[in-house]
Structures are given as C-alpha cells and as structure tokens.
C-alpha cells in the first residue's frame, strides 16, 4: 500500500513538472533574472552596446545631484497626491450615487465604465484636442461661464491640472469594484442605521465606507502603483513640457534608458521607485490598520 | 389610526421617487460628461478641416463628411497597423489563456514540494513595478534577436502571467474536488482532467482572462514603443501616436478619424462582452 501511494506521488510531481514549465521558464527569464540583472546593471556603468562596467553606488550619487530627477520626482509625486485622493473620491461618490439609484444603473455603470477602456493613445489624442486653447470644448465650455481658458498644455502652471483634470475619465474601474462590494454589505447594517436616524449621507460614509474598506485600501495600493508609473498619457500630449511641468518618473527613466543611452542610471531610477512604492505600501498599511475594518474580526 | 398608516407610507413612497428622479438628472448629467469626448471625437471627425477651426463649434456636421474614414485608413497604412495589432492580441490571449491555466492547475491540485512558497512569490511579484524589468528584457529580447519583431508584445505571454496564474487558480479551486477524483478512479491521467474537466467548466474565467489580454494589447503603448523599429510592425496605438506626431495641430479632422476607428473594436469588444468584464473586475477587484 505505502509503495502504491509513492508511485502515485511520483507521478504527481511528473505531472507537476510539466504543468508549471512555462511559468518556470517565464518565472526565470521575464521576471527572476530582468530583476537581479537590473539591480546590477544599477551598479554598472552601462549602455546596452558595451559590458556593463562595476561603479558601485555611482549611479545613485550622481542622481542625487541631478536636477532634471529631483523635477521628476516632485511633478510625479504632485500628479499623485492630487490625482490618487480625488480620483478615488470621485469613483466611490459615483458608486455611491449608483448604488442609491434603481433607474438605469446598469446603464449608467456602462457608460462611467466606458473611457476606461478606450486606448491610451487615442485618449490622449482625444484629450489634446479637448484642451486646445483656441478650439477646444473646454475652453468654449468656460466662455460659455464668461471665464477666457489658458492655453492648457502649452502652460507650464496650466498642463499638470489638465493632466489630473482628464484621469476623471478613467475612474470606471474602481466604480465597478466599489459598486460591487457595496451590495455585499449586509442589509441589516442599513436597517439597524435606519432605526438610529441616520440619514441616507451618513449611512453612506458612515456604514458603507467603513465596511468595505478593505477594498478601498486595495485600490488605494494599486493606485499608487499605477500613479507613480504615469507614462504614456503625458509622453503623448506634451513630451513633459513645458519646461518640464509634466516630466513625469517613468519618462525622464525611459529617456536615460533609451534615448540617452544611460541603461545603468535608468535601472538606478527604477530601483529607487520600486523602494517609493514598498515603502508607501508598507506605510499604508500600517496606517490603514487603524482604520481598515475586516469583517469577522 | 387605521387611515394613518397608508398615508405616511404615501408619503414614504413619493420622498423616495423625488429621490430617483433627482439621482437619475444627476446621473444623466455625470454621462453626458463621460460621453462627451466621445461624442466630440466623432462630431470632428465628420468636419471639414475649415470648420473644425471654428467658434462656436458645431456639434453636428452637416453633411458629415464620411470620406474622412477613407482619407484616415489611407493617410497611415492602418490596415497594416490593424493586422500587427490583431496578430499581438490573439497570439497572446491564446498564449495567455493556455499557459496560465496550466501552471494555475499545477499550483490549485497537484502537490510538489515548495509550492506553496513559489505561489506567495509568484503572487508577490505583481508589486514589481515594469521599469525595474524594462532594461534587462530589452537586454533579453535583443540577444534573442526580436528587437524590431512582434515577438516581444506576445511571445512572453506563452509562459505565463501572474495575474492570470493567480485569478484561474482562485477559479479553479472553486471546482469541486469529487469531480477530479472521480475522474482520477476511472483511469483519466491529469492532462486529461485539465483538458476535459477543468477548462471546459473554466469557460467563464478563460473568457475573462482572454478579454482583458486582448484589451490590454489593443491599448499597450509602452511595449510597441520600447520594442517595434520599423513603420511595417507598427501596432495601430504607436502608428496613430507616429501619425499625431507628424500630422498633430494641424488634421485634426483626420486624427479624430483615426482614433474613432481605433476605439471602434474596443467599443464593439464592450458591448458584447460587458458582463465578462465586469465580472472581472470584481474578482480581481475584491475577492481576494
């Protein structure tokens, strides 16, 4: 008996073998080795044309002396601060307004849904044309309030707010999981908040929220992941002008690494960000167990 | 007392439809919003190139100029682009779909010694943000001599994703586990059991799985920019961005155009499969 359920495990681990070779392969040469290889390559002198050569924290010093990163840096971490809160209070106010309604929410859920999937590229070109100075519907929008719009992505106090000002258009995914986990919290939460006078707002903010705060936590994780690699968007509509008002992270990482030919100072770039990010993470999650109510505990 | 009560209820009932037609005017007005950019798209699109120039702006061109979508499909070899971006989507949520699966039914029902740890790390690699690996897979896909190829948008699908590995494997466990043993006692060997039992009862999530690889290489711009050289492999997101950079302030009737039609498959993927991709959503979304 005991010999019959060697041979069975052996051959699950046959089985095995086969079943997680891809990921294996793909475990090791897309993630395992890119990983290890830029942590070197952020230690080297290094372009993809020539070997990588040994400067030790070289990259890393010079960056801290590098003006045109600090800028980066700081127009990053203001894209974040500004678009990260808003654009999640954004999407749980229209979750909110969508759960309290019984006309056409689905309806309405597809079409807050919608902008989220239509292609960067083609959003940006969209949106170029949006905050055209002389012929953009924004700016004839503010005529119509008797307001004279600026030139929005050609000013360098104007092109930040445009760039926060449009992501409003992509919160449809968090919509949909913030819609979601609100018909998961039990009805006898709203009855027993009835019964205690709260109003429809409270019961918002004050049952809703705190019961599906954990969701709130991962979006707000996620957010930041995504927020602090902005890339695409502004790379498209202002090249991170004017005068580097909209020099984000990513791009000022990506013009070292490819037009610069700077690969090693790059990765060095990439491995601070991934250290923001662990940090803040860490840091929000910390913060949040104060606040982060799971059920059943 | 008897005469009380249905009139409180009344009035219980017409505070609530106040209520509903006050969120509907909100709600309407919130999408008209949302559609705006879309609508605008459109509406210039179908201008001639004085009248896009003009204020106030028209909102309904008359007559629209359709011949706009032939100028556009002709003034970038967009059907070329198309055929590049249609080849990156299907070969990798085929890839996609078949790799994860596998390796999510390795980590849901066969047991090999430090599974578990591998699938916490596997899990844990979706925090790794894609510039620390940018540079060494450029690296990568140079010595492998794909540098200018659509290799690298969806060769790498074929072995694997994180996400994909992680949501079939949730799905996967939700699978009753007498199904497979059954299986298992009338002699099924476990490529059997994956290929006969557990995909065709995964459809959901393969159809999930599928749709959002296809959105996602439909809209990737970084990737064909990071990896594509010639103008010939070009997908429609980086030779609509090259159009924009060589034609951008001056044709917008023209760019407005193309962008309609690269929206168009998106919008056509939405309508049909909103419900798979809402459902989606909320798995990843919360159901952790």
């Given at each position: 008996m005991t010999k019959r359920v060697g041979v069975l495990e052996r051959d699950e681990r046959k089985w095995a073998a086969v079943f997680m070779a891809p990921w294996l392969l793909g475990f090791a040469v897309f993630l395992a080795f890119p990983l290890a290889a830029s942590l070197f390559y952020s230690l080297c002198d290094y372009s993809v044309l020539a070997r990588p050569v040994w400067i030790g924290l070289g990259n890393y010093v010079d960056l801290a002396d590098d003006d045109v990163f600090w800028i980066s840096l700081k127009n990053t971490a203001v894209f974040a601060v500004f678009a990260l809160p808003l654009g999640l209070l954004m999407s749980l106010s229209l979750a909110g307004l969508l759960h309290a309604s019984t006309v056409g929410r689905s309806f309405f859920r597809a079409v807050f849904f919608?902008?989220?999937?239509?292609?960067v590229v083609a959003n940006a070109i969209v949106w170029m044309w949006m905050f055209n100075?002389?012929?953009?519907l924004i700016n004839f929008g503010l005529k119509g309030l008797g307001v004279q719009g600026p030139n929005w992505l050609s000013e360098p106090a104007w092109a930040m707010p445009a760039l926060v000002f449009m992501?409003?258009?992509?919160?449809g995914h968090s919509v949909v999981i913030f819609l979601a986990s609100f018909q998961e919290v039990p009805v006898e939460m709203y009855e027993a908040a009835e019964l205690d006078g709260a109003s429809k707002l409270q019961q918002f903010w004050r049952v809703t929220v705190p019961l599906i705060s954990p969701v709130l936590f991962f979006q707000f994780i996620t957010g930041i992941i995504g927020v602090l690699q902005v890339f695409a968007t502004p790379y498209i509509m202002t090249r991170g002008g004017p005068a580097r008002a909209t020099l984000f992270y990513s791009m000022y990482l990506f013009d070292n690494a490819f037009r610069y030919m700077r690969m090693g100072y790059a990765c060095a770039m990439a491995w601070i960000l991934f250290l923001i990010i662990l940090v803040l993470t860490w840091a929000a999650a910390r913060i949040s167990a104060r606040f982060v109510h799971y059920q059943g505990q | 007392m008897a005469a009380l009560e249905p009139s409180l209820l009344d009035r219980k009932q017409s505070r609530e439809g106040i209520r509903q037609a006050g969120l509907f005017i909100v709600l309407g007005l919130l999408s008209i919003a949302f559609l705006l950019p879309f609508l605008w798209m459109v509406s210039t699109s179908l201008k001639p190139i004085e009248e896009t120039m003009k204020m106030p702006p028209t909102f309904i061109p008359v007559p629209p100029r359709w011949a706009h979508y032939a100028e556009a499909v002709s003034a970038i070899p967009f059907f070329r682009y198309a055929w590049n971006t249609v080849v990156v989507c299907v070969l990798g949520a085929a890839g996609t779909i078949i790799s994860s699966g596998l390796v999510a039914y390795g980590f849901a029902y066969l047991r090999w010694p430090g599974r578990d740890l591998f699938f916490w790390l596997t899990v844990s690699t979706m925090m790794v943000p894609f510039p620390v690996l940018m540079v060494p897979l450029y690296g990568v896909f140079r010595s492998l001599g794909w540098i200018g190829t659509l290799f690298p948008l969806w060769a790498p699908a074929w072995f694997g994703s994180a996400w994909n590995i992680f949501l079939m494997r949730q799905f996967f466990l939700g699978i009753p586990k007498d199904l497979l043993d059954a299986a298992r006692i009338d002699g099924c060997s476990e490529w059997q059991i994956f290929w006969r039992i557990v995909l065709p009862l995964a459809r959901p999530v393969l159809i999930v799985v599928g749709l959002f690889h296809v959105i996602y290489a439909w809209n990737d711009f970084l990737g064909p920019l990071l990896y594509l050289t010639k103008q010939e492999t070009y997908t429609l997101s980086l030779g609509l961005q090259f159009f924009q950079s060589q034609h951008g302030g001056t044709q917008w009737h023209l760019l407005m155009a193309a962008s309609t039609l690269v929206v168009l498959p998106v919008l056509i993927l939405f309508l049909f499969g909103q419900r798979a991709l809402i459902r989606g959503i909320t798995m990843t979304g919360f159901k952790m």
């Open positions: 919608l902008p989220s999937l239509v292609p100075g002389e012929y953009g992501g409003f258009w992509g919160v | -």
